[in-house]
């Protein structure tokens, strides 16, 4: 378990992480007028400062949260550093938004005239990152977040990429074992804030494998963080980035750890629970309350159900995972509405919670709770530390990221491509079975992709001095961050047809998850069906010979997959593997031997999947 810290932050409050044996602590009354007590001030009702955010009985927390960062510290580009905006009149309008420097100055400018302010995040914070952060296994992010004074967060399962001992480092800092400390005379100092991990625990001793929950207390305003992940954190994360770890049901470890904050007086608590949902629609600004009954339905998914579960005690849920923009109102187990919030993903938004605290209760009047998401436009001035430390990793960075790969006639998506088959994510396919048909690389007929695996698009426009069209090794890893090994297995055709149906079946039966093909594999989706059957039987063709469920194929894909990784265990049952060059350096190579300044590539047309709706 990481060590419990108490440490001094902005405005000078104490912060407090928890673990299973956290001491009983004073309240501090600095802050309060000459001559009075808390209690006397509490009692009286009376208002000290403006807008209840001084020693008044209510006092006016504010709450602000994100998501989803993914290292991204520079704008993402292309549709990935967009977010839809609903105008009055009803159409839709795409902005820019997102980037570090933009997002540290919306927050410091949120945070003026607000007595008591809170920074939180639920998780992927790090993880599938561009090259500006990932290159340096993430330590230029989360030196970012220490300078935006995030006061904790949940882990998600991008933490745990490069597993549970680049965590701890990660919050405690030291350099990397292997790559070593990548700035000359300077040891990584680690996160200043927590991050809590209460549903994972260590599988042979059982203990938390960091801490399970944080309290936050300024002038004796006391509130509770409960950091859960995912349960389904393995099935999304390679077998040894979770190795020797246990992710527990997410509703069952909020419960519990709400218990024993309340057992320590604190009745104020927020759960950051990296699950989410799925909002009826791609706005930001969408109403999910519309009919301000805070039933729910604006919003769909995993959360839902957990949110109609976890304690009344439990007074707003801060999400993620599902990189969606919803602020909703979703009934706790006693029929009370409450607030479920996310920010989309890489920076785009960050959420504005107003909570109510209440003196004499201690706790949350959730009548008076009040939530929106904000867009981090990119029309305020650039906060100069940030920058700061960016240009300070690019020039360290900029030997490789700026190194040209390949050429490209136009944009080609693959994160912004809402379509079942992505362009991109053909073209990662192809490149695929191209580096691993050789027969001594693996002999491979057929390459399938993760769509989750795919982490951005292939922007024409130039990001720097390279040129319009022309992809960097940056770009092309941002597009690839994983650096998975690529394997080649022997597969029978009954399993590769059982792999196609489990996109849409199992659990993928509610959040489909069509993989991407190489050139030569069709079949039909029908998505008028239900379940498996969504995958039309004789439809599947390789070469344009139906799949011979009695024969043997050679299918190329990442380790990911090879492990039945996203709910494909169909494709776990290969044999004979063969392991290739990374995923990244297959689609590289990819990229340099099929286009040229003259001859670029063009978008794939991403017609090998009939989809019927």
């Known amino acids: 378990m990481a060590a419990k810290r108490s440490k001094q932050n902005r405005a000078g409050r104490r912060i407090l992480v928890a673990g299973a044996g956290l001491a009983t602590i004073g309240a501090l009354v600095a802050a309060m007028p000459a001559g009075a007590s808390q209690d006397d001030v509490s009692a009286s009702g009376a208002s000290y400062g403006t ?211 309340e057992r320590k007086g604190v009745k104020s608590i927020v759960a950051l629970v990296h699950e989410g949902g799925m909002p009826a629609s791609s706005s930001y600004n969408y109403n999910c309350d519309g009919d301000g009954d805070g039933d729910g339905e604006g919003v769909s998914g995993a959360i839902v159900d957990i949110a109609k579960n976890v304690s009344p005690q439990v007074d707003a849920l801060v999400t993620g995972h599902t990189h969606q923009a919803y602020v909703c109102s979703i009934p706790d187990p006693s029929g009370k509405p409450r607030l479920v919030t996310s920010a989309s993903s890489f920076g785009k938004l960050y959420t504005d919670t107003t909570l109510t605290y209440d003196r004499r209760t201690k706790d949350i009047v959730r009548t008076a709770v009040a939530s929106a998401n904000h867009v981090v436009s990119r029309d305020v001035p650039k906060a100069a530390d940030i920058t700061k430390l960016i240009e300070d990793w690019r020039t360290l960075a900029a030997p490789v990221a700026n190194r040209p790969q390949g050429y490209i006639a136009a944009d080609i998506n693959g994160r912004g491509s809402t379509a079942y088959e992505k362009p991109l994510g053909d073209l990662i396919a192809d490149a695929q079975l191209a580096g691993l048909a050789p027969a001594d690389k693996g002999g491979a007929q057929v390459a399938l992709m993760n769509p989750g695996g795919i982490r951005s698009d292939l922007v024409f426009k130039a990001s720097g001095a390279e040129g319009d069209g022309v992809v960097t090794y940056g770009e092309s890893f941002t597009v690839q961050p994983f650096t998975n090994m690529m394997n080649v297995v022997d597969l029978s055709g009954a399993n590769l047809i059982a792999a196609l149906k489990q996109q849409v079946s199992g659990s ?6 069509i993989l991407q093909v ?85 978008v794939p047309a991403a017609d090998r999947i009939t989809v019927v709706k």
Not at 182 to 199: C, R, S, T
């Open 518 to 602: 190489s050139r030569g594999l069709t079949y039909t989706l029908d998505m008028t069906k239900t379940g498996a059957d969504r995958v039309v039987d004789g439809t599947i063709k390789l070469n344009g010979a139906e799949i011979d469920p009695a024969k043997t194929y050679r299918v190329a894909m990442n380790e990911f997959l090879t492990g039945g990784g996203d709910g494909f265990p169909a494709l776990a049952t290969g044999t004979n593997k063969l392991v290739g060059a990374s995923d990244l350096d297959v689609f590289n190579a990819y990229l340099a031997a099929n286009s040229s300044a003259s001859a670029p590539l063009a």
């Open 51 to 261: 807008n209840g955010k001084g020693w008044g009985r209510m006092v006016d927390v504010q709450l602000l949260s994100f998501n989803d960062l993914h290292g991204n510290l520079e704008p993402p580009a292309g549709s990935s550093g967009q977010v839809t905006q609903t105008n009055p009149d009803g159409t839709t309008t795409k902005i820019d938004a997102g980037g570090v420097e933009y997002l540290a100055t919306h927050l410091r400018q949120a945070r003026q005239g607000n007595r008591y302010s809170i920074t939180a995040a639920a998780g992927d914070l790090i993880g599938a990152s561009p090259l500006l952060s990932g290159l340096f296994h993430d330590e230029p992010t989360i030196g970012a977040l220490n300078k935006l004074d995030l006061d904790v967060t949940s882990v998600g399962n991008h933490e745990f990429d490069e597993g549970a001992r680049e965590l701890a480092r990660m919050q405690d800092g030291g350099c990397h074992p292997t790559a070593g400390c990548f700035v000359q005379g300077k040891k990584f100092k680690g996160a200043d804030f927590p991050y809590l991990a209460a549903n994972v625990t260590n599988e042979k001793t059982g203990k938390p494998l960091l801490d399970p929950y944080f309290i936050w207390e300024k002038d004796g305003v006391r509130i509770g963080f409960i950091g859960v992940t995912l349960e389904g954190t393995p099935n999304v994360v390679t077998a040894e980035g979770v190795k020797g770890l246990k992710f527990g049901d997410e509703v069952e470890t909020i419960n519990k750890y709400t218990k024993i904050l």
């Open 508 to 513: 993928n039966l509610n959040s489909v998850k």
